[in-house]
């Protein structure tokens, strides 16, 4: 598998048809984020890391507890967990850790400019 970034595009190559099913799990995280973007906006932000690593952690119970009676789960709770990481690793790049519902946590300072981490 090969993904190429230029500008706003992103093309993946395929190699094999575990990486189009893995693609797809992917691709379909980004249509949630999207269309709840488009009807909530930046909402989780008010959050933070701590918020984002919390719902990571409800979602993985969700699945955990689904699996344990009766074998399968939603696919929605996984997808939302890939959402949920990604907001809790640009919370804390953003120096937000505790959001509004957590303001006695240190709020860390935003890196510099030559600091910001990518993510690909």
Request: hydrophobic share 40%.
């Amino acid at each position: 598998m090969r993904v190429i970034q230029k500008d706003s595009k992103i093309v993946i190559e395929l190699d094999e048809p575990q990486d189009r099913v893995y693609t797809n799990i992917l691709v379909s995280a980004l249509r949630i984020y999207a269309d709840r973007k488009s009807q909530r906006g930046g909402g989780w932000r008010r959050y933070g890391a701590m918020g984002a690593a919390f719902f990571v952690k409800d979602r993985s119970n969700r699945i955990w507890d689904a699996l344990q009676a009766n074998g399968k789960f939603m696919e929605e709770d996984a997808v939302d967990i890939i959402n949920y990481a990604a907001f809790a690793l640009i919370s804390q790049d953003e120096g937000n850790l505790g959001g509004e519902f957590w303001p006695d946590r240190p709020v860390a300072q935003p890196p510099g400019e030559d600091e910001l981490t990518t993510y690909g």
